[in-house]
């Protein structure tokens, strides 16, 4: 596959943004980086209008415009441990209340467990009390793709709780079942949404996934996704874990000795690079959203699924949510909404009538982003800070 692909850019921020995205790619190529072995490629992927006149002469025919596509994405997802820890009916309707929410032209989640029967190469001690260790068995992709997801992200610190092997017979499950997977290092995962392109690539500070403490690896993925797709989409496990770190500031966040990545460091400079949208997750607790350069950072959608009481659903930590953007093709902010959800106490999705998570991410991104968060209506519905 070509080290990069020409794309027609429909904005000025895309523009200035291209020369950039080659001379990054060219460098990477020069230093050894390799091709993208995990990316997802549709034939014609990146590729635009020509400019040029047809044979003969003449004025080309303006294509008609696209319209704008909807995304929606999760935080956490476990639906289970394998062998004890199950939902009930085999997980058959897990995702049965939430479905409804989830809709979206590309519906993407954080899978934070691998589906596997292999347990060969656990992370976890047998007699170990202090370390946590996630499977289901790859069936389950099954309640995925009924629950309407289409793409999976794999880097998160639980992707590789069963090793290498384990890691690609969850790959195998969910293409199985027709679902897209991305967090592999180099992986930039290429889909088309109602004839838009859009790439997504998934980091953590781990190193079967992108990189999350390397900024400069982290802009080289995304300022090549640029010229592969018109939207970029960075999904990322970032931050320090707890009820209480529910709070956005700057600077390194540790969490038991290992660097979790800064997350406003990471986020605006993915987006610089040319992300169109930032998802977050990892902390196990919602946090504020805020706008740069017109682009929406989630910092985390917080636990939405922990199947068996994998995740503990009490007070804040069963709270998360479904976030639904909508994108123009030249990645400009078109509309968005926050839908509260919580985990039962078996740990299954439900929706939060009483929409705690909303009020409290309102409260977060007003407290934590002054001049830059996301406005939320009493609906849910997100806007853009006015332009001061």
């Given at each position: 596959?070509?080290?990069?692909?020409?794309?027609?850019?429909?904005?000025?921020?895309?523009?200035?943004?291209?020369?950039?995205?080659?001379?990054?790619?060219?460098?990477?190529?020069?230093?050894?980086?390799?091709?993208?072995?995990?990316?997802?490629?549709?034939?014609?992927?990146?590729?635009?209008?020509?400019?040029?006149?047809?044979?003969?002469g003449g004025s080309a025919e303006q294509p008609a415009p696209r319209a704008a596509i909807s995304l929606s994405a999760t935080g956490d997802i476990i639906m289970g441990n394998a062998p004890s820890r199950l939902p009930a009916n085999g997980?058959?309707?897990?995702?049965?209340?939430?479905?409804?929410?989830?809709?979206?032209?590309?519906?993407?989640?954080?899978?934070?467990?691998?589906?596997?029967?292999?347990?060969?190469?656990?992370?976890?001690?047998?007699?170990?009390?202090?370390c946590y260790q996630f499977r289901a068995p790859p069936g389950y992709a099954a309640h995925l793709k009924q629950a309407g997801f289409q793409l999976l992200n794999q880097a998160n610190n639980h992707g590789h709780d069963y090793g290498p092997q384990g890691y690609a017979n969850t790959r195998k499950a969910l293409e199985e079942h027709g679902l897209k997977h991305t967090g592999a290092p180099d992986q930039i995962t290429v889909v088309d949404v109602k004839g838009v392109k859009v790439a997504v690539a998934g980091f953590s500070s781990y190193a079967w996934s992108n990189s999350l403490t390397d900024i400069d690896a982290a802009t080289a993925v995304v300022t090549k996704a640029a010229t592969m797709a018109d939207l970029v989409v960075v999904q990322v496990h970032m931050g320090a874990e707890g009820a209480d770190k529910t709070r956005v500031k700057p600077g390194t966040e540790i969490f038991y000795g290992e660097n979790r990545g800064d997350p406003m460091k990471f986020s605006h400079a993915v987006i610089e690079a040319g992300a169109d949208?930032?998802?977050?997750?990892?902390?196990?607790?919602?946090?504020?959203?805020?706008?740069?350069?017109?682009?929406?950072?989630?910092?985390?959608?917080?636990?939405?699924?922990?199947?068996?009481?994998?995740?503990?659903?009490?007070?804040?930590?069963?709270?998360?949510?479904?976030?639904?953007?909508?994108?123009?093709?030249d990645g400009s902010f078109a509309g968005g909404s926050f839908t509260s959800t919580r985990m039962n106490s078996v740990g299954k999705p439900t929706m939060d009538p009483a929409n705690q998570g909303l009020g409290l991410v309102r409260q977060l991104s007003r407290n934590d982003f002054p001049s830059t968060a996301a406005r939320f209506g009493t609906d849910g519905t997100i806007s853009a800070p006015e332009a001061g």
């Open positions: 596959m070509p080290s990069s692909v020409p794309v027609p850019y429909r904005s000025a921020r895309r523009a200035a943004l291209a020369a950039g995205a080659v001379l990054a790619v060219l460098l990477a190529v020069g230093c050894g980086r390799s091709a993208d072995p995990g990316a997802v490629w549709q034939p014609g992927a990146g590729a635009g209008a020509s400019s040029s006149p047809p044979p003969g997980g058959r309707g897990f995702f049965d209340e939430v479905a409804d929410a989830l809709s979206a032209d590309l519906v993407m989640g954080n899978l934070e467990e691998p589906l596997t029967e292999d347990t060969g190469t656990g992370k976890c001690a047998p007699n170990s009390t202090a949208l930032v998802v977050g997750h990892g902390p196990h607790v919602l946090r504020g959203m805020e706008f740069h350069q017109g682009r929406l950072i989630a910092y985390s959608l917080g636990n939405f699924a922990g199947g068996g009481r994998s995740l503990n659903p009490s007070g804040r930590l069963g709270w998360g949510g479904v976030l639904k953007v909508s994108l123009h093709p």
